[in-house]
């Protein structure tokens, strides 16, 4: 058997060109700073700073290149020497690793995109080196920073998270991030970092938009040395370690994936079959059983208005159907319910659907924002005051709600704890068929959805949206799906039962 | 053969399938599954003559499987419950195996697309007036730079790679210009073009209604779009392509 023992070896052993290609990817920089870097590593430092980070960063590194106004948060001013991702104690000033960190991987939720990719690790720590130069704080530090020692890990358990909740509201969390975590608390509108611009406190239920990233110690970090610039002060004078451990594990236990990774995007919305009455209130566990889908919204940038710093970051829908009407439940969150109010330049909240009038035979299709001249679009549009609507688009500026006698849908929504849940019901066919979608089961309809913060004065073409996916409404299974299985075990068992009758006679024999 | 004992002839025959399937499921990139398919019909074949080629390795190859089907009564409390467990799961599996196969799986149409469509006529080989002014490069390049991070900058990035922070809201992907397979196997002029018309401008075959580039000729004037295309090229290091 040494040739069969040989041959499996070879073949487990093929695959390993496959594995190799991880290689590349240094885990966030081995290599230690130049202790004093050279007037050539400034240089350097400096040409690499004017070729890629200059236009957020501005020249002098005061955080107001060209692109700075259309950001946010903005990009750093480095003038003061307050970097928010720190691993060293409250006041002090980052290590060169802490940098180096940030600069490689990014910082998830902003503009700033990780290096790894550009710049090489020796054109990084020389990128250190000319960041250090725009504040004097560096200069000046006689000894360097402290760093913070992680104590012994509190495995997540459910009593962890429960110590943790309590030490939430006892260090008052929520009054920025809000009862459920969402960001929502009622000091939130209010806040501004050290320059005096607005800042958000973080949805501590989207760990994938973390600044710092979303590990346990990452958290820990952010908790003892606070974040530099914000509002996020340091409790390392209020939280020992194990503390600290119970209010991360109360963090990571609002996830609704363990992992922290983003909701993985679906290109196909699935409408499930149901048999009777669809409920009607977002809240109805009927909804928890049903499957969600996830949508990332983007700033709309393509015409005018445009809006470059969108609230709402993305969108969960769940579809089902019965004999009559569609259903869909739409979860997004928003850190206020806002009301309309002229003077202070706000709107009311909303969410919308976009499907085209006309289901498409071929590829072709209404243009995804709103329509186009040739092909209109449906809306089914939700506000947090003015309920249901239903409209028709021709383009941005040509959208018409329809006639009061053709509003066949409704909805129900409801604000809570920073999230919004709207159930919209439409019947699956209507009278208007010249300007309703027809809902039909097996087909590929294109949507697309759309989100309005109206606190941040989002309104009409102001807009976080997304593109074109696909809706699919599942039809009922044929017959067949359950006869031929049946079938099979029928036949499958009693050709067994054949052979196992045959053996015990032959033995008998 | 029955010189060595030890591990049983059936289980060895299993170890080689379920070894010979991993290893050719784990190569990269993925065999598609005729070939897969192909492979393993083989590898039984080969294994099949090898337990059958003498009388008593096909005994011994058989006797474990005659001994399931047909039962044992000497045997153990264990073994006679397992052989129950294995003997209902072998039609219910097969049903399982019908079943994936009738229930109707639902793949949305592919997209064909073409990525960089014939340019109008009016627009080939229109030459930067901006190249024309070496004099003035850096001043076009900071206009252009200018344009680039309060325009494009939230699609396609502060790498010029595609993947800016509202990049993953789109598809088709936003440009990636370092990629050889834009900006640098283009002319000028058609850049240009691309940068003013956007997804509006596309003909049909491009996929016009799913293209989130906005039509940049209603808010960027002609000085602003070739002093970003400039700027592109400078930026990302290509040449622009010519006619020789």
């Known amino acids: 058997m040494r040739w069969a023992c040989l041959i499996l070896l070879m073949i487990l052993l093929t695959p390993s060109t496959g594995w190799g290609q991880e290689k590349g990817a240094s885990p966030g920089g081995a290599g230690a700073p130049p202790a004093a870097p050279s007037p050539q590593d400034l240089q350097a430092g400096k040409r690499i700073y004017q070729k890629w980070c200059m236009n957020c960063h501005g020249a002098q590194g005061d955080g107001a290149g060209p692109a700075a106004d259309f950001l946010r948060p903005r990009p750093r001013d480095f003038r003061q020497g307050l970097f928010k991702i720190r691993t060293t104690q409250s006041g002090q000033l980052p290590s060169d690793q802490d940098l180096f960190n940030v600069i490689t991987k990014g910082m998830p939720g902003t503009g700033m995109p990780g290096w790894e990719k550009v710049l090489t690790e020796a054109e990084r720590w020389q990128l250190v080196s000319y960041l250090k130069t725009f504040s004097r704080r560096f200069a000046r530090a006689s000894a360097p920073p402290e760093p913070i020692r992680i104590g012994t890990q509190l495995p997540l358990s459910a009593d962890s998270a429960a110590e943790g909740k309590r ?110 009455e669809i409920p009607a209130q977002p809240g109805e566990a009927f909804w928890q059983d049903q499957e969600p889908f996830y949508y990332p919204l983007v700033g709309q940038v393509i015409r005018e208005p445009r809006l470059f710093v969108p609230s709402v970051d993305g969108v969960q829908v769940q579809a089902v159907y019965n004999d009559r009407e569609l259903a869909l439940r739409l979860v997004w969150d928003d850190p206020t319910n806002s009301k309309a109010d002229a003077e202070q330049g706000t709107f009311e909240d909303a969410a919308a659907i976009e499907f085209p009038v006309q289901v498409p035979p071929g590829a072709k299709r209404p243009f995804f924002l709103m329509g186009d001249a040739e092909l209109a679009v449906q809306l089914l549009r939700w506000g947090s005051s003015s309920g249901m609507t239903e409209l028709n688009g021709n383009g941005l500026d040509k959208l018409q709600p329809q006639s009061e006698s053709s509003q066949e849908s409704t909805a129900v929504g409801e604000f809570q704890n920073g999230q919004y849940q709207v159930v919209m019901k439409r019947p699956l066919r209507t009278v208007n068929t010249a300007q309703d979608i027809q809902f039909e089961t097996g087909r590929f309809i294109p949507v697309a959805f759309f989100a309005w913060d109206g606190s941040n004065g989002e309104t009409g073409g102001k807009m976080a949206l997304t593109s074109w996916f696909y809706f699919f409404i599942e039809p009922a299974l044929p017959k067949v799906t359950y006869v031929y299985p049946a079938l099979a075990v029928v036949i499958a068992g009693g050709l067994q039962w054949w052979v196992v009758r045959r053996l015990r006679q032959t033995k008998m024999d | 053969m029955n010189t060595r004992r030890g591990i049983p002839l059936l289980v060895k025959f299993v170890a080689v399938l379920v070894g010979v399937y991993v290893g050719v499921r784990l190569v990269r990139p993925p065999l598609p599954s005729s070939l897969v398919m192909m492979y393993m019909t083989l590898t039984v074949c080969g294994v099949l003559v090898y337990v059958s080629i003498y009388a008593e390795t096909w005994q011994e190859f058989s006797a474990p499987l005659v001994e399931l089907f047909r039962g044992s009564p000497e045997r153990g409390g264990l073994w006679q419950g397992g052989r129950q467990v294995v003997l209902g799961l072998i039609p219910l599996l097969l049903g399982f195996g019908v079943y994936q196969k009738v229930t109707p799986s639902f793949t949305p149409p592919a997209e064909q697309r073409v990525v960089h469509p014939a340019p109008p006529f009016e627009v080939m080989g229109l030459t930067n007036p901006l190249q024309q002014r070496p004099d003035r490069l850096q001043e076009h390049l900071e206009l252009g730079a200018r344009v680039y991070f309060q325009n494009c900058v939230y699609c396609h990035g502060d790498r010029f790679d595609g993947e800016g922070h509202f990049a993953h809201g789109f598809n088709p992907p936003p440009a990636n210009f370092v990629d050889a397979g834009t900006i640098a196997q283009l002319q000028e002029s058609y850049v240009f073009w691309r940068v003013s018309t956007g997804g509006p401008g596309l003909p049909a075959e491009s996929t016009p209604w799913n293209s989130a580039m906005p039509k940049w000729d209603t808010m960027l004037n002609e000085e602003e779009r070739w002093a970003v295309v400039l700027y592109l090229y400078h930026q990302t290091g290509w040449k622009p392509r010519t006619w020789e």
């Open chain 1, 167 to 276: 030490l939430f509201r006892e260090i008052e969390c929520f009054k920025c991030h809000g009862d459920e975590g969402r960001g929502d608390g009622p000091s939130a509108p209010e806040l501004t970092d050290d320059w005096g611009a607005p800042i958000r406190p973080a949805n501590l239920r989207k760990p994938w938009t973390f600044r710092g990233g979303h590990t346990p110690e990452a958290l820990y970090l952010r908790l003892q040395s606070g974040i530099a610039g914000s509002p996020m002060p340091s409790f390392a004078d209020s939280l020992d370690n194990e503390k600290t451990w119970h209010l991360v594990n109360y963090v990571m236990s609002l996830w609704q994936d363990s992992s922290g990774n983003n909701p993985p995007l679906q290109v196909v919305l699935k409408a499930r079959r149901v048999e009777g």
